[in-house]
């Protein structure tokens, strides 16, 4: 639930989390480790395009019908819906009555209700809504906002009763950027003193008037210096006297303006944006507005030159955004921009607003964005979310998924020295291995044809000379892989890999990496070469072909060691580093191994640990066990492990049995447990594999797995089906499908063939088809474009 709620009301003003209206970027939305179940509502368009206008209706959606009464007055209709128990202690009807003020509200700015921006508050008021709801209101709240409509436009008509709406905004700058001389364009007429010359606000005040009926009161602060060692302190003062007077009485919206004109690539207002993060608190950020004053500047790049107005204020407000990202140490918060000119010469429609080069009217906008701000902080305060709101790192209240912690318990399986796929390999081949003759030695000698011979056979020869081809192929595998067999099996008979004779092994250089796709005449290899030494120590770097630098190309280093420390006991480990210029990542596992052999059982016991950087927290992993072997197609395993992260433990144990039947199917039944900070989580998962006639020559394999997850009273069944086949001699098919009991999940097919060359034309008609949408949606925009024009 709070997954939904952080994802619905992250953003005191989620109106207008997506719209710079510019710029077009993506809602802001919070990381959570869990995701309700409703998360999955679709996401309703951004607010405002780039090349909407303020108070057009361009981005209107298709009318509605209207609603039918039945001739029961509306105000009795509406107070039925929300009368629920006590209207005074209902905050739900609060939030009727709210919904009312705003519809009215959008029909005196001259908005649509059918409008984007507008539709995209009532959905997720509505959301938030539904999430309080008791069972029994459920119906109630869906009929309300469809009544909350035509009971605004009711009253909005006739006027009665009158509206009660009021706004509070604090204006925070620096000085001299146009913050009193914003305040006078809003109310039409000089009421906060303004000087070009010299600070004109010394202190804080207020500025009450009303525009378009709505009681509109601005906090004019006085401006803040120029970033330096000289006025941080005054900065500090200022700032800190803002912060007792907005203590009384919190404002609904905070206006942070600066010059559009002064803001370039050496912007250097970082320590005050840190400045008014540590004083006001990184929550300031989440009711705030960018107002960037004098927007009607010439738009000119770095050598001068005329460039697009909208990539002139794009670039300007990315940089002010990244320095407020580094100030409340958040990425993912995207605030609104509302661009002001303030000059007398600037352009006027013919209702006397200022007119921007873009063709918006920037006032109706900047009072609409201030509703929606209010609106939505309203109705997060009745339904009290503002605790599953927050800005700053994820580790700071990051919590760990038991679900998911458990699932990875499950799934890790504990090294019991050596190669595992090798010694399932040699058990399969041990019956085999005693044949004194392959029966790929017993074949008759078969005449290799040349490719003009071959054409002159016909379909059905063809046929039966590349089956016969292929039946040697796959016999001669099988006699190679019996050879290894024998050589591991007399290797370990001898018991003579001591350390003295492999300190005489020589250092092996190992194969040089594939460079990346590139134009330059030649990849420098050399950087990335390394041995493999006789001390049991592989040390290599971490190769990135996607990395920031190309000559380098490598930001960590690996090491690996496996060793045999004696006849019985086995170690190994590997670890991995990686830094970049933003993180620093570490994973590493250990194992150790120690096995003891009866007359009808073998048991190995196993300790591992293992270290995995998540974000800037590091999650610390132990787990022991035993595994007991006592058949020769069926093994147990008992494990325990213990989890840290974040400053928690969580405690778990297992049970897991493995049974071969044959050769070729094997099944694997899991269950286990976890526990920590309160909560328990249960799991299981069932793994049928039936293998191929040729296996392990040939990798044929149908595997199906099902697996439950159970916590907190909601159980999660995910059942998944994993193909590797041949369907003919050519032709190799993987498919890997996963679903779940919540109607969701994943379908992957692979398909490759060394004849039917035709499968890449399902590629090709792939892509095309995406160029077509692309080129749709384009073209749907420029049209959209010359409308509004």
Not at 584 to 591: K, L, P, V
């Amino acid at each position: 639930m709070k997954g939904f709620i952080d994802w619905v009301f992250d953003l005191s003003n989620s109106l207008a989390s997506s719209s710079r209206p510019l710029l077009g970027t993506p809602p802001f939305s919070r990381h959570n480790e869990a995701h309700h179940t409703h998360s999955q509502a679709p996401a309703l368009p951004e607010p405002v395009s780039r090349s909407e206008a303020p108070c057009s209706t361009s981005g209107d959606l298709e009318a509605q019908p209207p609603i039918s009464h039945q001739n029961i007055p509306l105000e009795s209709l509406y107070q039925s819906s929300t009368d629920l128990n006590d209207k005074k202690h209902n905050p739900l009807a609060k939030i009727g009555d709210l919904q009312v003020q705003f519809l009215r509200l959008v029909q005196r700015f001259g908005q649509s209700q059918n409008n984007i921006l507008v539709s995209k508050v009532l959905y997720r008021v509505h959301l938030a809504m539904l999430i309080r709801a008791e069972e029994s209101e459920l119906k109630t709240v869906k009929l309300k906002q469809d009544r909350a409509k035509a009971l605004a436009r009711e009253q909005e008509s006739s006027g009665v009763p009158e509206l009660d709406f009021s706004l509070r905004i604090l204006v925070l700058g620096k000085t001299g950027v146009g913050k009193s001389a914003t305040i006078n364009s809003i109310f039409g007429q000089s009421k906060s003193e303004t000087d070009a010359f010299q600070p004109s606000t010394d202190r804080i005040e207020e500025v009450t008037g009303t525009v378009s009926g709505v009681k509109v009161t601005f906090i004019d602060t006085p401006g803040l210096h120029q970033p330096s060692p000289s006025s941080a302190r005054k900065n500090r003062k200022t700032l800190m006297s803002i912060k007792r007077y907005v203590k009384k009485r919190p404002p609904d919206v905070v206006l942070y303006l600066d010059r559009l004109d002064m803001i370039d690539m050496r912007y250097s207002d970082s320590p005050l944006l840190s400045l008014v993060t540590d004083v006001l608190g990184a929550a300031i950020w989440l009711n705030t507005i960018l107002v960037m004053t004098h927007s009607s500047t010439a738009s000119e790049g770095r050598n001068g030159q005329s460039v697009n107005y909208e990539s002139y204020v794009g670039q300007r407000m990315d940089v002010v955004q990244h320095y407020i990202h580094q100030a409340v140490s958040d990425t993912k918060l995207e605030n609104p921009v509302l661009l002001v000119e303030n000059h007398p010469s600037c352009r006027k429609n013919p209702a006397g607003e200022y007119v921007l080069p873009n063709g918006q009217v920037w006032k109706p906008q900047f009072m609409f964005l201030c509703v929606c701000t209010k609106v939505l902080g309203d109705v997060q305060s009745l339904l009290r979310f503002r605790d599953s709101i927050g800005l700053g790192q994820p580790s700071s209240t990051r919590t760990a998924s038991l679900p998911h912690l458990l699932s990875v318990f499950l799934r890790r399986r504990l090294s019991s020295g050596g190669d595992e796929a090798e010694k399932e390999i040699d058990e399969l081949m041990d019956s085999e291995l005693e044949e004194e003759e392959d029966e790929y030695d017993q074949l008759p000698a078969i005449r290799i044809l040349g490719k003009s011979r071959f054409e002159k056979l016909s379909k059905s020869q063809k046929k039966e000379y590349l089956d016969e081809l292929d039946y040697r192929e796959t016999l001669y595998l099988k006699k190679q892989l019996k050879e290894e067999c024998r050589r591991r099996r007399d290797e370990k008979l001898k018991e003579e890999e001591d350390l003295t004779e492999q300190s005489d092994q020589a250092a092996v250089p190992l194969p040089d990496m594939a460079g990346p796709d590139s134009f330059d005449f030649d990849f420098p290899a050399h950087r990335y070469r390394c041995i493999a030494t006789s001390d049991q120590w592989l040390v290599r770097p971490v190769y990135d072909p996607q990395g920031w630098d190309h000559d380098v190309g490598f930001d960590g280093i690996n090491i690996e060691t496996a060793v045999k420390i004696k006849k019985n006991l086995f170690a190994s480990g590997n670890g991995q580093v990686s830094r970049d210029k933003q993180r620093f990542t570490i994973h590493s596992e250990t194992n150790a191994a120690y096995t003891t052999t009866t007359d009808s059982r073998i048991q190995t016991f196993s300790v591992a640990a293992d270290v995995q950087s998540s974000g800037d927290d590091l999650v610390y992993s132990f787990q022991g066990g035993t595994k007991v072997k006592t058949f020769k197609h069926n093994t147990t395993d008992f494990g325990l492990g213990l989890t840290s992260f974040g400053g928690k433990y969580y405690l778990a144990g297992k049970v897991e049995d493995s049974l071969l039947v044959g050769k070729r199917v094997k099944l694997t039944v899991n269950a286990g447990q976890m526990k920590g900070s309160g909560e328990t989580a249960h799991g299981g998962s069932f793994e049928a594999c039936i293998r191929g006639r040729d296996y392990p020559v040939r990798n044929e394999q149908i595997g199906v797995t099902v697996t439950a997850l159970s916590f907190n009273r909601e159980l999660v069944l995910n059942w998944g089906l994993q193909t590797q086949v041949r369907p003919t001699r050519d032709t190799n098919l993987d498919v890997n499908v996963n679903m779940n009991n919540r109607k969701m999940g994943k379908i992957n097919v692979k398909l490759n063939s060394s004849e039917h060359w035709e499968i890449a034309l399902i590629s090709a008609f792939t892509l095309f088809k995406a160029l077509m949408r692309r080129k749709k949606a384009v073209s749907e925009i420029t049209n959209d474009d010359e409308e509004e024009l």
